[in-house]
């Protein structure tokens, strides 16, 4: 079985400053990871994703995510937040072999200028 | 380059009619899904199907069927709807099963309300 918890229903950070957004995982294997972003009425778009290998992973619109496999983490970060950042994020899962992907029940982040 | 295109984009149904929610992608994915989204409950995944001719049930498939018609297009049918299927409905395609690191691609979705 595979898990995704984001403990954090909203985020409100100040245009400028640095955001984080918390995931953390359950699952018995070397886990797939992926940062989704959805804006109002459209679909998720794919943001980055953790496969091996470094443990900073870096994507679009400046984003990056940190994978701490001890703590079983995968946050979201970006260095300053833009008011255009505001938006719906998740986090999901895949365990390689499988196709089900299990998603969290997303972060609202809200940038505040 | 359309992607994932979903039809309709919105939908108001009564209690006990059916329906089938479109899906269609032109990227040459083997790998197709349907999910549903409800406030607070993130993504659940309904049917997905592997490639052309199989289809597996995900977490939350009772009070629907799927059909993977060829290999751009997967259909998901409500055959006798019910408030509780009141939702956003989203499909995905990705590419080959064996590649597991590929991400989804999402279509817009379809809002469902069952009255």
């Known amino acids: 079985a595979q898990s995704v918890a984001q403990p954090e229903d909203q985020v409100n950070v100040a245009e400028g400053n640095p955001l984080t957004v918390k995931c953390t995982y359950s699952v018995s294997g070397n886990p797939y990871l992926f940062w989704y972003v959805q804006y109002p009425n459209r679909g998720l778009q794919f943001l980055l994703k953790?496969?091996?290998?470094?443990?900073l992973v870096k994507g679009s619109y400046g984003f990056e995510a940190e994978f701490n496999k001890s703590q079983t983490s995968f946050h979201l970060k970006k260095p300053s937040a833009l008011v255009s950042d505001s938006a719906l994020y998740f986090c999901?899962?895949?365990?390689?072999?499988?196709?089900?992907?299990?998603f969290g029940t997303g972060t609202k982040l809200q940038v505040i200028p | 380059n359309a992607g994932v295109t979903q039809t309709p984009k919105f939908q108001v149904l009564k209690t006990g009619q059916s329906m089938t929610l479109q899906c269609a992608q032109d990227?040459?994915?083997?790998?197709m899904y349907w999910y549903r989204q409800d406030p607070g409950m993130g993504l659940r995944l309904i049917y997905y199907s592997a490639s052309e001719g199989t289809t597996d049930k995900g977490e939350v498939p009772n009070g629907y069927n799927v059909s993977r018609l060829n290999k751009r297009e997967f259909s998901l049918r409500l055959e006798s709807a019910a408030p509780s299927q009141t939702s956003v409905y989203f499909c995905a395609s990705s590419e080959a099963g064996g590649a597991d690191n590929q991400p989804q691609h999402f279509g817009d979705g379809t809002r469902l309300s069952i009255l």
């Open positions: 990227m040459n994915h083997n790998s």
């Open positions: 999901a899962v895949r365990l390689g072999g499988y196709q089900k992907v299990t």
């Open positions: 953790y496969i091996t290998g470094d443990n």
